[in-house]
């Protein structure tokens, strides 16, 4: 029997709605000073009654900064980023997991460590492989002195330099993002927790590793999956550092690219209002894909702590 106590309850109550306010209020001044006037957002204090420019300066926000384009370049980089670190952490968990094999602790252990890697020390090495994909086939050529044997056997002089920039692509958005050292550990934390049982079971029938993966592993963790793809697609739609560095076509940045430009600059007009209506616009989609799937969210975290 649970005992309620008044005044435990009561502060517990006063600390959530702290809480509520802490995360609610800068929202509310955001939408306030977004439907208001360049004059009256400069007013000090701010007024605390909404305006009634709210949907022109949202239409301001959308043209200025093509936000129909920006819009649909986040929507798949966070889908490709969502779905190929889903992807990859489920496989190599499975690996890990099920698979005996040298080294296999080792290899789980490197994975780990990288959490520990700051994002500064990858910038460069991860650009250098976005700029020239074909990079590690090209040190190929050169050790192996390809060039050279084909002059030799041919007799014409051709210098061979493989190439494949993926700068402002999708790819080069994606790719570089879909290894997940927690999203790995997490998953192989699940099926740790799978009785050893069915996999006897599946290899007595006769079945496959991966149809063992199919039927069996991947449908226990459809709420695993749920609830993880929500932090991913905001992981993937709130990126920022990435796409700055990978962009040089406005029509291949993000949303929050886009939000960036909006802000405005000591040169500029001080359209904060513009900005404002267009920081609630850029945070709408992860607010919407939060609210629809709430129910598998809290459903994978509370199957996961078991």
Same mark, same amino acid.
Request: proline letters at 6%; one cysteine or more.
């Given at each position: 029997?649970?005992?309620?106590? !008044?005044?435990?309850?009561?502060?517990?109550?006063?600390?959530?709605?702290?809480?509520?306010?802490f995360?609610?209020?800068?929202?509310?001044?955001?939408?306030v000073?977004?439907?208001?006037?360049i004059?009256?957002?400069?007013?000090? &204090?701010? !007024? /605390?009654?909404?305006?009634?420019? $709210?949907?022109?300066?949202?239409?301001?926000a /959308?043209?200025?900064?093509? $936000?129909?384009?920006?819009?649909? *370049?986040?929507?798949?980089?966070?889908?490709?980023?969502?779905?190929?670190k889903?992807?990859?952490?489920?496989?190599?968990? $499975?690996?890990?997991?099920?698979?005996?094999?040298?080294?296999?602790?080792?290899?789980? /252990?490197?994975?780990f460590?990288?959490? @520990?890697? &700051?994002?500064?020390?990858?910038?460069?090495?991860t650009?250098?492989?976005?700029? *020239?994909?074909?990079? !590690?086939?090209?040190?190929?050529?050169?050790?192996?002195?390809?060039?050279s044997?084909? *002059?030799?056997?041919?007799?014409?002089?051709i210098?061979?330099?493989?190439?494949?920039?993926?700068?402002?692509?999708?790819?080069?958005?994606?790719?570089?993002?879909?290894?997940?050292?927690?999203?790995? #550990?997490? $998953?192989?934390?699940?099926?740790?927790?799978? &009785?050893?049982?069915?996999c006897?079971a599946?290899?007595?029938?006769?079945?496959?590793? @991966?149809? #063992?993966?199919? +039927?069996?592993?991947?449908?226990?963790?459809?709420?695993?999956?749920?609830?993880?793809a929500?932090?991913?697609?905001?992981?993937?739609?709130?990126?920022?550092?990435? !796409?700055?560095?990978?962009?040089?076509? =406005?029509? @291949?940045?993000?949303?929050v690219?886009?939000? =960036?430009?909006?802000?405005?600059?000591?040169?500029?007009? &001080?359209?904060? *209002?513009?900005?404002?209506?267009?920081?609630?616009l +850029?945070?709408?989609?992860?607010?919407?894909?939060?609210?629809?799937?709430?129910?598998? #969210?809290?459903?994978?975290?509370?199957?996961?702590? =078991?």
């Amino acid at each position: 029997m649970v005992e309620r106590a !008044p005044v435990l309850d009561g502060i517990c109550h006063a600390i959530l709605l702290v809480g509520v306010a802490f995360v609610c209020v800068p929202l509310y001044l955001a939408f306030v000073a977004g439907s208001l006037t360049i004059a009256e957002v400069q007013q000090v &204090p701010l !007024p /605390w009654l909404p305006g009634d420019q $709210f949907v022109q300066n949202l239409r301001t926000a /959308w043209t200025q900064a093509n $936000f129909g384009r920006l819009f649909f *370049n986040s929507f798949i980089v966070a889908a490709g980023i969502t779905v190929g670190k889903i992807a990859v952490s489920l496989l190599s968990a $499975f690996a890990i997991t099920y698979f005996r094999f040298r080294f296999r602790m080792t290899a789980f /252990w490197l994975i780990f460590v990288s959490l @520990m890697l &700051p994002i500064e020390v990858r910038i460069s090495p991860t650009y250098e492989s976005v700029a *020239n994909a074909a990079l !590690p086939l090209q040190w190929l050529v050169e050790a192996l002195h390809l060039s050279s044997v084909w *002059n030799a056997i041919t007799g014409h002089t051709i210098d061979i330099q493989l190439q494949w920039n993926m700068v402002d692509t999708y790819p080069g958005l994606i790719l570089p993002l879909i290894a997940s050292a927690s999203a790995t #550990f997490l $998953f192989r934390q699940f099926f740790l927790t799978v &009785p050893d049982e069915l996999c006897e079971a599946a290899r007595i029938d006769g079945a496959s590793p @991966m149809h #063992f993966f199919w +039927t069996i592993l991947l449908p226990l963790s459809r709420s695993n999956i749920a609830a993880l793809a929500i932090i991913l697609f905001l992981y993937g739609w709130n990126q920022y550092l990435w !796409p700055l560095l990978f962009t040089t076509d =406005k029509d @291949m940045a993000t949303a929050v690219i886009g939000l =960036k430009h909006l802000i405005p600059r000591a040169d500029s007009q &001080p359209a904060w *209002n513009v900005a404002m209506s267009a920081a609630l616009l +850029t945070m709408l989609p992860p607010v919407v894909v939060v609210v629809a799937l709430q129910r598998s #969210f809290v459903k994978g975290l509370v199957d996961s702590s =078991k």
